[in-house]
């Protein structure tokens, strides 16, 4: 039993990394699988999902706005609505671009809030970051395990409560024109749709979803800082979706868990093997890894390892080649 | 029906579109014809809303409808098909069908969060108005198979079922007979035939003179970005005018 127990604890804190980027690639995938946003600019949204979560709930930090002191529900739905009001403001003025255009500006904006988030001391604590993040349940359980175990429960269900109303929206009337407009938004529009309203409406939610990721990761680590939120997580975040299967919500989960597990464990691997003095250079292999694997995915499995299935309500079914 | 005045499109200094001037009137199917380069396919964009005319005006049924965006025009009731069929490739022929038909509820973000019961009823009535009219162009063995797998000519009548379940008031038909085996053509010429008697209005880019003779009534024929000529398709064919802009200037 005590052997066995860092393993429950490491598999625990692993499985709520994955349920929480789960979450967030979900709204990645309703984004550009469903709507084909090239919406880069992910970590952006999560990073204000954090700092709104963190503001809200902890405790009053001196000489810095926040500090309300919150229940934790109250951050994680002001997280969805300030991650979505954002990108509100952002679709208004970006969505009339397309394809890499987007990529660049969506790119752009989460550089920019990563770096207010590093330097608005008042508001995100710069390089300090927010600490005193309140962690559910650290005080229902005496252990850490206790309470980890107890927010991955957490975790879980509320990736299950984003996975049904996903699905459910991509398989309405209203995921028919997203995928219409994804795949000819000239005779989607031509057809009476409003092609704008509807992106934007899809860039709102997603983001809304990632906002919410980005409230379950703070609220787990206990902490927020801006580093958290480079270009890095944006491409780990495509690289599970891409990996997983764009334009299918059980796709993005699995994408998830792969690619999570293929991070950690290569990041392991090569601490192991790399001697002491070049584990900086060692830890870069593993964006090299990745982007081999993903490059090869695309090569192999360019649908992902379950890929999109056309057919209402996932009916007609066609693998994932 | 449908009304234009002095319709004018301009790309930099070139006047595709220029000065024309039209009337469509309801019941008809109505044929647009000209050589290569005359304007058709820019004045079908100016009509569908795919870009703003330069000048002049268009009503529908007394309404303006010039420089409305091409979502607009169709909710109006003024649907194209496209001279390139662009149906949604990874999606069903069912689902391209059932997209089409305007102000559905399940359309609102909410509705199938907050209403799924109304929404699962629209679907199932949709699902069956999509099946009758995908069986009226004879695509119903395709029903579930994705777009993509099928053919040029059964892209144009799964384009032609798409608009016709949203019920328009007027169609505008681009080159419907164009790269389509002469089997599926006669098809598709009895098929816009039933549905005119069915009471639905035809603008019909062609150049397939014998779907034009057999079908359109009357024909308007269009070159240099002008309307050359209008009236029935004999007296069209006979005119002088018509058979210079055709063949050159050299056999009038």
Request: hydrophobic share 50%; proline share 5%.
């Amino acid at each position: 039993m005590d052997a066995l127990l860092p393993v429950l604890s490491y598999a625990t804190f692993f499985l709520v990394f994955v349920s929480v980027f789960a979450v967030i690639v979900l709204g990645l995938n309703l984004q550009w699988g469903f709507t084909g946003l090239f919406n880069v600019g992910v970590a952006g949204f999560v990073a204000i999902g954090a700092y709104t979560s963190a503001i809200l709930t902890a405790p009053d930090y001196p000489n810095q706005v926040g500090g309300f002191g919150l229940p934790v529900v109250v951050g994680m739905v002001g997280a969805m609505v300030t991650s979505g009001l954002a990108a509100l403001v952002v679709g208004v003025a970006a969505l009339r671009l397309r394809h890499d255009y987007l990529a660049i500006t969506t790119f752009g904006i989460a550089m920019t809030i990563q770096l207010v988030a590093l330097n608005a001391q008042w508001l995100t604590g710069g390089a300090f970051g927010l600490q005193f993040v309140p962690r559910p349940f650290t005080e229902t359980f005496g252990t850490t395990l206790g309470a980890n175990a107890a927010y991955l429960a957490l975790c879980l269900a509320i990736l299950a409560l984003v996975y049904v109303a996903l699905e459910r929206l991509v398989r309405s009337p209203f995921g028919r024109v997203l995928r219409a407009i994804r795949e000819d938004e000239t005779a989607a529009q031509s057809l009476g749709k409003r092609a704008f309203v509807f992106r934007l409406q899809s860039f709102v939610i997603g983001c809304a979803v990632m906002g919410l990721g980005g409230a379950l990761y703070a609220h787990f680590v206990g902490f927020v800082a801006a580093e958290d939120f480079l270009p890095i997580l944006t491409f780990q975040l495509w690289a599970m979706l891409i990996v997983g299967g764009a334009g299918n919500n059980r796709g993005a989960v699995l994408g998830a868990f792969v690619v999570w597990g293929v991070w950690t464990l290569s990041g392991n691997l090569l601490r192991e093997l790399t001697p002491q003095a070049e584990q900086a250079r060692g830890a870069a292999l593993q964006v090299v890894l990745i982007g081999i694997a993903l490059c090869a995915m695309l090569v192999w499995r360019p649908r992902g390892l379950i890929g999109e299935r056309v057919g209402e309500g996932g009916k007609a079914k066609r693998g994932g080649s | 029906m449908l009304v234009a005045r002095d319709l004018v499109k301009s790309f930099g200094g070139v006047r595709a579109v220029d000065g024309v001037s039209f009337t469509i009137e309801r019941g008809t199917i109505t044929g647009l014809i000209g050589p290569n380069g005359a304007g058709k396919t820019t004045l079908f964009n100016c009509l569908a809303g795919l870009f703003p005319p330069t000048s002049g005006t268009l009503t529908l049924d007394g309404t303006r409808i010039d420089g409305l965006s091409s979502d607009r025009i169709f909710r109006a009731g003024l649907a194209r098909t496209f001279q390139i069929p662009r149906p949604f490739p990874e999606m069903t022929v069912l689902e391209n069908v059932m997209l089409a038909p305007t102000s559905q509820h399940g359309e609102r973000f909410w509705a199938p969060w907050l209403t799924p019961g109304r929404v699962a009823r629209e679907e199932a009535t949709l699902r069956e108005k999509a099946r009758h009219w995908i069986a009226f162009v004879g695509l119903e063995p395709l029903v579930e198979a994705p777009a993509r797998v099928l053919s040029g000519g059964q892209r144009k009548l799964l384009e032609l079922a798409r608009v016709l379940v949203a019920e328009p008031k007027l169609v505008l038909l681009d080159e419907p007979g164009a790269g389509v085996n002469p089997r599926l053509l006669d098809e598709i010429v009895a098929t816009i035939a039933k549905l005119n008697a069915g009471g639905v209005t035809f603008l019909v880019i062609e150049h397939n003179m014998d779907l034009v003779m057999s079908l359109c009534r009357p024909v308007m024929v269009m070159a240099q970005g002008r309307l050359l000529a209008e009236g029935d398709a004999e007296s069209v064919q006979a005119d002088p005018r018509v058979i210079e802009a055709y063949l050159g200037g050299a056999i009038a």
